[in-house]
C-alpha cells in the first residue's frame, strides 16, 4: 500500500525561526493535504494541494505539490508559540481514494 | 462554523465489554471516514463511507469492529468485545468535494477510549 515518510519526526526551534518539513511518499498523489493538531483536538486543514509543482501560501504557512507527485513541503515563516503542534502531511489518489496520512512533525517553540 | 461533533469525548471501559462512538457529519457532506490515532500508529483508516454506502473497511477488524449509517447525520464505529488494544483515539471526519473532486476532511475532536 502507499506510504508517507514525513520528517522531521519532531523540532524544537526558537520563536521567530523559520520550519520546513516535508513528506515523500513511494507511490504518486493527486492531491496532498497538510493538518494541524492541537492537544486533545482533531486535525486541522492547513493547506491544499491540487496539482503537481503548485506552490500555495496561507498567512506564515507555505507549501508545495512535488513535481514528481511523490512529495510536498511545508514551510512556516517567523515561528510563535501558537505553531506549537503536530503537523500531519496526507496525500490522496483520487476523489474516492483514502487520504493516505504520514506519522506527523512535532512541532515545539520556545518563547 | 460546521463541525463534525463526536460522542463520547472520553470512555473507559472494562475488557470485554461493548462500545460505541457516535459522529455527527457536517450537514451536506457525503463522505464519511474513520480514523484511529495512536502513538506507535499514527492515524490509520478504519472505514469510510460515501452517501451512506460503506467503500472501505478494510482497516477494521472485521471480527470485533463494525461501522454503520444508519441516516446521513449518524455514523457509529462499535466494538464487540473491546479489548486492551482498542486503546486509541478515534475521529470521526465528514468530506467535501475539494479541487479535482479530492475529498477536504474535516475532523472531529474525537474520542478517547481506554479498556482497561
Known amino acids: 500500500g502507499q506510504q508517507l515518510n514525513q520528517s522531521p519526526q519532531s523540532m524544537f526551534i526558537q520563536e521567530g525561526e523559520d520550519v520546513s518539513m516535508n513528506c515523500t511518499s513511494s507511490?504518486?498523489?493527486?492531491?496532498w493535504l497538510w493538518y494541524k493538531q492541537e492537544p486533545g483536538e482533531g486535525p486541522v486543514l492547513l493547506i491544499a494541494?491540487?496539482?503537481?509543482?503548485e506552490l500555495t501560501s496561507n498567512g506564515r504557512l507555505t507549501a508545495q505539490f512535488g513535481i514528481t507527485r511523490k512529495d510536498s513541503f511545508l514551510n512556516i515563516s517567523a515561528s510563535i508559540p501558537s505553531d506549537v503542534g503536530i503537523y500531519f502531511c496526507?496525500?490522496?489518489?483520487?476523489?474516492?481514494?483514502?487520504?493516505?496520512f504520514g506519522k506527523g512533525t512535532l512541532l515545539t517553540v520556545n518563547p | 462554523d460546521a463541525r463534525v461533533t463526536q460522542t463520547p469525548r472520553h470512555k473507559v471501559t472494562e475488557m470485554g465489554q461493548e462500545v460505541t462512538m457516535r459522529c455527527q457529519p457536517i450537514?451536506?457532506?457525503?463522505?464519511v471516514f474513520w480514523y484511529r490515532q495512536t502513538m506507535m500508529q499514527g492515524l490509520e483508516l478504519l472505514a469510510y463511507?460515501?452517501?451512506?454506502?460503506?467503500?472501505?473497511d478494510s482497516g477494521m477488524p472485521k471480527d470485533r469492529f463494525s461501522a454503520e449509517m444508519p441516516d446521513a447525520t449518524l455514523a457509529t464505529l462499535k466494538i464487540q468485545p473491546s479489548e486492551p488494544r482498542d486503546s486509541a483515539v478515534y475521529f470521526c471526519?465528514?468530506?467535501?468535494?475539494?479541487?479535482?473532486?479530492?475529498?477536504?476532511?474535516?475532523f472531529g475532536a474525537g474520542s478517547r477510549l481506554t479498556v482497561l
Open positions: 471526519a465528514s468530506g467535501s468535494p475539494g479541487g479535482s473532486g479530492a475529498n477536504v476532511l474535516t
Open positions: 496526507a496525500g490522496q489518489l483520487g476523489s474516492n481514494y483514502k487520504l493516505t
Open positions: 450537514l451536506g457532506h457525503n463522505t
Open positions: 463511507f460515501r452517501n451512506r454506502a460503506p467503500l472501505d
Open positions: 507511490s504518486i498523489f493527486n492531491t
Open positions: 494541494l491540487y496539482k503537481a509543482g
